[in-house]
């Protein structure tokens, strides 16, 4: 059975880091997109960044322009994981952060949709503010 367990999210103050983290068991994910999504209150569900399979040992980070330069997404494949570091958060960042992972390599116009991602976290609470 397929899991994923994020970890790391709590409340913190604007202009503060954090960093979540997702381990995944069940299988491995190494050649395959993982993504962190978060959903605010009364929004639907976004991508944050995204961590694309280029062949080899090669991977290609995506993220939306909201989080861009502040936030970084890396594996660990060797742990089966992935996290977000996340710098200089803002109220706005406030959501709760799902992990995901697809069992498809997916072509770009494909990474960024919630349907293209089979297996999901739990999700965890990020709160900014002061």
């Known amino acids: 059975q397929v899991q994923l367990v994020e970890s790391g999210g709590r409340l913190v103050q604007p202009g503060d880091s954090l960093r979540l983290s997702c381990t995944t068991s069940g299988r491995t994910f190494s050649d395959y997109p993982m993504a962190w999504f978060r959903q605010a209150p009364g929004k639907g569900r976004e991508y944050v960044a995204i961590s694309r399979w280029m062949g080899g040992s090669a991977y290609n980070q995506y993220y939306t322009d909201s989080v861009k330069g502040r936030f970084t997404i890396s594996r660990d494949n060797a742990k089966n994981s992935v996290s977000l570091q996340m710098n200089s958060l803002k109220p706005e960042d406030t959501a709760v952060y799902y992990c995901?992972?697809?069992?498809?390599?997916?072509?770009?116009?494909?990474?960024?949709?919630?349907?293209?991602?089979?297996?999901w976290g739990q999700g965890t609470q990020v709160t900014v503010s002061s």
């Open positions: 995901a992972a697809s069992t498809s390599r997916l072509i770009l116009s494909e990474i960024r949709k919630t349907g293209n991602y089979d297996h």
